[in-house]
């Protein structure tokens, strides 16, 4: 079946815009995940979803990023005033349910620059 | 200290050769333990997943854990060209919120 998809691949927007990126989970996936990775480094998280409940938000690092998942199913990252800083590559992640040993499958991300 | 650690690399190993790959994790809390393999320009493909000490293989693939040296290590057998990637180690405290190291950089070279 079809894994996670995301949207856009690419996007390159100008410093103070903001840019909305788009999660698509595996169907039937109750659990869904963004994680932001840098060059170089394994994915941190930002925030997870149970259905439409965000569960934690903890890794966002600011009140510019914020996440939705209204009907639980796709989900949306905003970032608003984007800063250079904010240039990365965003990944979404499900999973069949949050429990401990659910594996998380991940999308081919989005990759955000910030000029 | 990071919560979860794992050496950078590159580990460069011939082909044929075992492959070994370490990580340590700060939180004993920690349940789950994963490795992902991450081809460059590539998303993170789950390769293997163990919650309980001893030893998981599936494959050429082993997985060990050791919680009480809070330790997990991936083996790799009969490594191959095609193994080269960048190897994440994973945990979670049982929340849905992996942890991940740095990645691990193997290079199986023919």
């Known amino acids: 079946g079809a894994g996670v998809s995301q949207s856009p691949r690419y996007k390159v927007t100008k410093r103070g815009q903001d840019v909305a990126l788009r999660c698509d989970p595996i169907s039937g996936h109750v659990s869904l995940y963004w994680y932001r990775q840098a060059l170089g480094q394994g994915p941190e998280f930002l925030t997870y979803f149970n259905y439409e409940a965000q569960q934690d938000k903890s890794g966002l690092p600011n009140d510019r990023f914020s996440a939705e998942r209204p009907e639980g199913s796709i989900s949306t990252l905003t970032i608003q005033r984007t800063e250079q800083r904010d240039s990365a590559m965003y990944r979404c992640a499900s999973s069949l349910d949050q429990g401990f040993n659910q594996p998380q499958h991940f999308g081919d991300g989005t990759r955000l620059s910030i000029l | 200290q990071k919560e979860v650690e794992q050496n950078s690399g590159p580990l460069s190993v011939p082909e044929g050769a075992i492959a070994s790959l370490n990580c340590t994790y700060s939180d004993r809390g920690s349940q789950s333990f994963f490795w992902y393999r991450q081809y460059s320009g590539k998303s993170p493909e789950l390769i293997m997943s163990?919650?309980?000490?001893g030893d998981k293989e599936d494959g050429r693939f082993t997985a060990q854990l050791n919680k009480a040296s809070q330790y997990v290590s991936l083996l790799i057998r009969d490594s191959q060209p095609s193994d080269s990637a960048t190897y994440l180690c994973a945990v979670t405290l049982g929340t849905g919120k992996l942890i991940f190291g740095q990645g691990t950089t193997l290079q199986v070279k023919p």
């Open positions: 163990i919650y309980s000490n």
